[in-house]
């Protein structure tokens, strides 16, 4: 069964450094999330990604953050400077279509997650 | 501004008995409602959702959820609790717009009682 798959699964860096979460979304999904969820507290929403664009990104995306395809396969979030509150679970998800989408296929299938440590 | 709450935090139950885990959310128009499960250091795995059409929808697992639109719920219902099933639930609204945003409540954590 197809899945989505993200490395690492713990990163563990110091404040100010830059940090690249990697994705691999399921093959023949076209539209690619990312979420975070701090210890304790909910899963929120980071960006939704479609056709090599940002289609949706919350307060918490700042300029800090960035995501990228860089090729037909990986889907990457960067953090360029990681701040103390960006230690964070960091759930990678993909999907056929976008949730709105009324009668089509948009489950968002998550991969299991990259916990990032910010010391 | 949508919003998903989930009143319980933690809830135990016994094996075999059944369950309800409740879900409000707030949102202006009918919105797509999902529950999804997460298993320790696993990834969010979807149990079920709605969409429109019949408010009372079946998912994997022997679970099924009710969408009522007087109270703003969503609860997911088992009837028979197997220890397997211990495991944190949260629910989820999307909003009908083509970026796939998910907004999740705070999760419930299940707990199964031998």
């Known amino acids: 069964e197809p899945e989505v798959t993200q490395t690492p699964s713990h990163q563990v860096t110091q404040m100010g450094q830059e940090v690249i979460l990697r994705c691999v979304p399921i093959s023949n999904h076209l539209y690619f999330y990312w979420y975070r969820q701090i210890l304790g507290q909910k899963v929120e929403f980071l960006v939704s990604?479609?056709?090599?664009?940002?289609?949706?990104k919350s307060e918490i995306f700042d300029d800090q953050f960035s995501v990228e395809r860089p090729d037909g396969s990986n889907f990457t979030l960067k953090i360029r400077s990681t701040k103390l509150e960006d230690s964070a679970m960091y759930f990678c998800?993909?999907?056929?279509?976008?949730?709105?989408?009324?009668?089509?296929?948009?489950?968002?299938?998550f991969g299991p997650g990259t916990r990032l440590t910010v010391l | 501004a949508q919003s998903v709450t989930q009143p319980d935090i933690h809830i135990t139950v016994s094996e075999g008995a059944s369950l309800e885990l409740r879900c409000n959310y707030s949102?202006?128009?009918?919105?797509?409602l999902f529950w999804y499960v997460q298993s320790p250091g696993q990834g969010l795995q979807l149990l079920l959702k709605?969409?429109?059409?019949?408010?009372l929808v079946q998912g994997i697992k022997g679970f099924e959820a009710e969408f009522k639109r007087s109270q703003s719920s969503f609860n997911l219902r088992k009837p028979s609790v197997h220890w397997s099933d211990a495991a944190e639930y949260f629910c989820?609204?999307?909003?009908?717009?083509?970026?796939?945003?998910?907004?999740f409540g705070q999760g419930t954590t299940l707990q199964v009682k031998p």
């Open positions: 709605y969409f429109s059409g019949d408010t």
């Open positions: 949102y202006g128009a009918t919105p797509y």
């Open positions: 990604f479609y056709n090599n664009e940002i289609s949706e």
């Open positions: 998800a993909s999907s056929v279509a976008a949730s709105g989408s009324y009668g089509g296929n948009n489950e968002q299938f």
């Open positions: 989820a609204v999307g909003a009908p717009s083509n970026t796939g945003k998910l907004i």
